[in-house]
């Protein structure tokens, strides 16, 4: 029996574009923000850069449920410790409602199964 979307680890993603004059002082908020990721939920964080599109990022997620997910999104997008010192809203064009953020549940795939599994267990690889 497959379990419901509600209790299965989800890909988060969170995506914008950091203004270019704002880059010193976003990069300074990450900083912060990797303090308080360590504080949450999360099984894994990466951040990357577009390449053929500078100063769009995409911060990727691996979280437990859709209560891991639901309070990422809400710190993500200022909902939730509006004033912190990691929020971003200051630096991306179109401020906070340009900060996008969606949750994925695995279909299939090389990845699909596995650290999803259990939390972020490996199992079957060698």
Same mark, same amino acid.
């Given at each position: 029996?497959? #379990?419901? &979307?509600? $209790?299965?680890?989800?890909?988060?993603?969170?995506?914008?574009?950091?203004?270019?004059?704002?880059?010193?002082?976003?990069?300074?908020?990450?900083?912060?923000?990797?303090?308080?990721?360590?504080?949450?939920?999360?099984?894994?964080?990466?951040?990357?850069?577009?390449?053929?599109?500078?100063?769009?990022?995409?911060? $990727?997620?691996?979280?437990?449920?859709?209560?891991?997910? #639901?309070?990422?999104?809400?710190?993500?997008?200022?909902?939730?410790? &509006?004033?912190? &010192?990691?929020?971003?809203?200051?630096?991306?064009?179109?401020?906070?409602?340009?900060?996008?953020?969606?949750?994925?549940? &695995?279909?299939?795939?090389? $990845?699909?199964?596995?650290?999803?599994?259990?939390?972020? $267990?490996?199992?079957?690889?060698?």
């Amino acid at each position: 029996m497959s #379990r419901m &979307p509600e $209790e299965m680890p989800l890909r988060v993603y969170v995506e914008y574009r950091v203004v270019p004059e704002r880059r010193g002082e976003y990069e300074s908020r990450m900083r912060a923000w990797q303090a308080r990721v360590a504080q949450l939920p999360v099984v894994s964080y990466s951040r990357y850069e577009g390449l053929d599109q500078p100063h769009l990022m995409v911060e $990727e997620y691996l979280v437990p449920d859709a209560a891991a997910y #639901r309070l990422l999104k809400d710190l993500r997008t200022g909902r939730r410790e &509006p004033d912190a &010192p990691w929020q971003i809203g200051t630096c991306v064009q179109g401020g906070w409602e340009k900060v996008h953020v969606w949750a994925f549940v &695995p279909r299939g795939g090389n $990845e699909a199964g596995d650290k999803e599994q259990a939390g972020g $267990e490996q199992e079957g690889r060698r």
